[in-house]
């Protein structure tokens, strides 16, 4: 049972080159989430889906997309990176309705 | 404003020794309450939570704690051991749509 996976684990980009940051899931679980940690800032949510078609924002939610044509998957888009948007990220899921949330090991962006 | 925080940055024990950190929330509306380990590299993995209506809860070597009178949380390690060296994360949940606030994180340390 593989989890939560993301890809990639790591990523250089420069400024204004847009990514998508990839994360799957294969328990079925239909929340879905994704969270920035900065150094001293604890992990802030960033955006989150309730289901497959549903999305919403979370705390800062500013520069990034999201989509959720799947069940199984939760990419997030950087349309425009900026060096501000250096961060670790993390995608987590769970079960609709209860936690805890299950957290991929991340990916470690940096923005030049 | 309103926010999940941890009374000291860094902790450090040693081998043997019973373990406890703290967390303040200020949110009297949160009703569910989390804690998170964060090995080096690693994504948080589930460690133990509490929902308001309990004020104890126990696992293996691990038990968290909840005074609500106080706002305060805090969670329990017995027999530490250098495995457990890690960053400590409460978290609380507020509203609906499941989402996490994190507290900044105490850092575990382990003496051999």
């Known amino acids: 049972n593989a989890g939560v996976t993301q890809t990639p684990k790591f990523q250089v980009l420069k400024t204004g080159q847009s990514m998508t940051l990839q994360c799957a899931q294969d328990m079925n679980h239909e929340y879905m989430s994704w969270y920035r940690q900065d150094p001293g800032m604890g992990l802030r949510l960033i955006h989150y889906s309730v289901g497959a078609g549903i999305t919403d924002q979370g705390e800062v939610p500013n520069g990034y997309n999201v989509s959720r044509s799947t069940t199984e998957d939760f990419p997030l888009r950087l349309l425009s990176a900026a060096p501000s948007q250096t961060s670790v990220y993390f995608c987590a899921s769970s079960q609709q309705g209860k936690q805890p949330q299950h957290f991929g090991d991340g990916t470690r962006l940096s923005i030049l | 404003g309103e926010s999940v925080g941890l009374h000291l940055p860094t902790l450090s024990v040693q081998e043997g020794d019973n373990s406890i950190i703290n967390c303040a929330y200020s949110?009297?509306?949160?009703?569910?309450f989390i804690w998170y380990k964060q090995e080096s590299g690693k994504g948080p993995q589930f460690i133990i939570d509490?929902?308001?209506?309990?004020d104890k809860r126990q696992g293996q070597r691990v038990t968290v704690l909840l005074n609500k009178t106080v706002k305060h949380l805090s969670l329990q390690i017995a027999a530490t051991q250098p495995g457990d060296s890690a960053v400590y994360f409460c978290a609380d949940e507020r509203g609906s749509n499941y989402k996490l606030t994190f507290g900044k994180g105490t850092l575990l340390t382990v003496n051999p």
């Open positions: 949110n009297s509306a949160s009703d569910y």
């Open positions: 509490i929902r308001s209506n309990m």
